[in-house]
């Protein structure tokens, strides 16, 4: 009997573990970063406006390939300050703190965040603004930014809604010159981990399986 209790604790540790295994950190997944800024600035999205100084929390909402969404909250996750449209942006040195650039804008006025670049990581979110504050941005610091034609009401819409750049001329250019685009050999990587995950539990399941019956032969030969 006590081959057979062993036995079943065995079957039934893997069974939990079987179970836990598609879990992972919530922060690896929303890249929630918790940020202080010392002077006011402005953020584009649903609920753009000029924030104050303070302490704010940024999370990733959504990030299918060609765009990521991401959202402001205040300190205490109680309330959402805009949810912004960004494209993935890379850099060539990773830090190990949070980076967040911004756009210079005209004397008295607050800085128009940028980018927003997680600790450890070399890719980013660059932030995307209305034609009308991207060309005023534009001609302020002498390069393209980022814009949507489109107005944007909710997440749907930042979901589907165009991306370009436009240049300080009011010229729109393409957006290659606004995100660094990696090395090939970097570029080839992240095209093989983003290929899509044909492997499953079910060989796991299997395996489970057998181990059952295994265990279902064990106490019938221990009980005869």
Not at 86 to 112: C, L
Not at 153 to 182: F, K, M, S, Y
Not at 207 to 215: I, R
Request: charged share 20%.
């Amino acid at each position: 009997m006590k081959v057979v209790t062993k036995f079943l604790i065995i079957v039934c540790v893997f069974t939990v573990c079987l179970f836990l295994l598609p879990g992972a950190s919530a922060d690896e997944t929303n890249k929630m970063t918790i940020v202080t800024f010392s002077a006011p600035f402005e953020v584009p999205g649903v609920g753009a406006q000029v924030l104050p100084a303070g302490t704010y929390v940024f999370k990733l909402l959504d990030s299918p390939s060609d765009r990521h969404i991401v959202q402001i909250f205040n300190e205490k996750q109680d309330h959402i300050f805009t949810t912004i449209l960004a494209i993935p942006n890379y850099r060539y040195r990773a830090t190990n703190k949070t980076v967040i650039t911004f756009k210079e804008r005209a004397q008295g006025e607050p800085p128009a965040i940028r980018a927003w670049f997680y600790p450890g990581r070399q890719w980013g979110d660059e932030f995307v603004y209305p034609k009308v504050k991207a060309l005023e941005l534009a001609k302020i610091v002498n390069e393209p930014v980022l814009y949507t034609p489109v107005e944007v009401a909710t997440v749907e819409d930042l979901r589907t809604a165009p991306i370009a750049a436009v240049n300080p001329t009011g010229e729109e250019v393409p957006v290659a010159e606004v995100v660094q685009a990696p090395p090939v050999e970097v570029a080839e990587v992240e095209a093989t981990k983003t290929l899509p995950q044909t492997a499953s539990y079910l060989p796991l399941l299997a395996c489970f399986g057998l181990l059952s019956l295994g265990a279902a032969g064990v106490m019938s030969k221990y009980s005869a």
